[in-house]
């Protein structure tokens, strides 16, 4: 009996260990995560979306300090700083994205108007500006084309849009009362991540070949190997000397413009 007795003891003193430990487990706060994490939220996703932005938005800005042209550098820092402002927009004002009042539904359209404009402005660019395509008068193409034939740039004109809209799935919210479900982005971020790499790729093809094209036919018009000739090299130094403070407050302008617009993004996160 003394022996069954002290088997028992043992048996309850065990159970009583488990349901306390079981206790502790409920009780224990669970583990922060990148979707629960504010850090993650408010510091590193910001910055990770922003930075690359912002540093290209400089390096456009540098240029035209350099070459003191505004077209194209502050077209291209342009472009550079709406999709900044953008996406700071939508890291820091998810759950307004995602809600259904009136004012939510007004700055929702407002967002989604500017995230538009600016993904077609940025398509524009890359057809236009980096692969010289677009041309009315070469059937929206250009005049000399290296690839053997022509539907390679018209699928990659519509290939290029397409990938440009599906790359900015990623800024919509998920969530209950969000247009896209909360597991959505678990299942398409690696697809769209994919292609928005096949996308970048298929651009360096098309812009490398715009490049030595454009340089081909500057070595044509000046001679192989000889520097151009600029008659009024004079003039357009002093040109440039009389226009610097003017290019100086024109990018000071431009940069405090962007930070404004990050800091309001900042400041009205919810």
Same mark, same amino acid.
């Given at each position: 009996?003394?022996?069954? #007795?002290?088997?028992?003891?043992?048996?309850?003193?065990?159970?009583?260990?488990?349901?306390?430990? !079981? +206790?502790?487990? =409920?009780?224990?706060?669970?583990?922060?995560?990148?979707?629960?994490?504010?850090?993650?939220?408010? +510091?590193?996703?910001?910055?990770?979306?922003?930075?690359?932005?912002?540093?290209?938005?400089?390096?456009?800005?540098?240029?035209?300090?350099?070459?003191?042209?505004?077209?194209?550098?502050?077209?291209?820092?342009?472009?550079?700083? =709406?999709?900044?402002? /953008?996406?700071?927009?939508?890291?820091?004002?998810?759950?307004?994205?995602?809600?259904?009042? &009136?004012?939510?539904?007004?700055?929702?359209?407002?967002?989604?108007?500017?995230?538009?404009?600016?993904? =077609?402005?940025?398509?524009?660019?890359?057809?236009?500006?980096?692969?010289?395509?677009?041309?009315?008068?070469?059937?929206?193409?250009?005049?000399?084309?290296?690839?053997?034939?022509?539907?390679?740039?018209?699928?990659?004109?519509?290939?290029?849009?397409?990938?440009?809209?599906?790359?900015?799935?990623?800024?919509?919210?998920?969530? #209950?009362?969000?247009?896209?479900?909360?597991?959505?982005?678990?299942?398409? +971020?690696?697809?769209?991540?994919?292609?928005? /790499?096949?996308?970048?790729?298929?651009?360096?093809?098309?812009?490398?070949?715009?490049?030595?094209?454009?340089?081909?036919?500057?070595?044509?018009?000046? !001679?192989?190997?000889?520097?151009?000739?600029?008659?009024?090299?004079?003039?357009?130094?002093?040109?440039?000397?009389?226009?610097?403070?003017?290019? /100086?407050?024109? &990018?000071?302008?431009?940069? &405090?413009?962007?930070?404004?617009?990050?800091?309001?993004?900042?400041?009205?996160?919810?």
């Amino acid at each position: 009996m003394d022996a069954l #007795a002290v088997k028992q003891g043992a048996t309850l003193l065990q159970q009583q260990q488990a349901a306390g430990a !079981g +206790a502790a487990m =409920l009780a224990r706060p669970p583990l922060e995560t990148c979707f629960t994490s504010l850090f993650f939220k408010r +510091a590193l996703i910001p910055l990770l979306s922003a930075l690359p932005l912002w540093f290209r938005f400089l390096q456009c800005l540098r240029r035209y300090l350099v070459t003191r042209q505004r077209w194209p550098h502050i077209g291209n820092a342009c472009k550079y700083a =709406l999709s900044h402002s /953008i996406v700071l927009f939508s890291v820091f004002n998810s759950s307004a994205l995602a809600g259904a009042s &009136v004012m939510t539904s007004t700055y929702k359209a407002l967002w989604l108007c500017c995230m538009v404009a600016s993904t =077609l402005y940025t398509y524009w660019w890359d057809v236009y500006m980096d692969w010289g395509l677009g041309r009315w008068q070469h059937g929206m193409l250009r005049e000399e084309l290296m690839y053997p034939t022509r539907v390679v740039y018209y699928a990659a004109m519509v290939a290029d849009l397409f990938m440009r809209f599906a790359w900015t799935v990623t800024l919509v919210p998920t969530g #209950a009362d969000a247009p896209l479900p909360e597991n959505f982005m678990l299942y398409m +971020a690696p697809m769209l991540a994919a292609g928005e /790499i096949l996308r970048r790729t298929m651009w360096g093809f098309f812009r490398l070949e715009y490049e030595h094209l454009c340089t081909a036919a500057f070595h044509r018009k000046v !001679g192989e190997g000889a520097p151009p000739q600029v008659a009024s090299l004079p003039s357009l130094a002093s040109e440039v000397q009389m226009s610097g403070t003017k290019v /100086i407050v024109e &990018v000071a302008v431009l940069v &405090v413009m962007v930070l404004s617009v990050g800091v309001t993004a900042a400041l009205s996160a919810n």
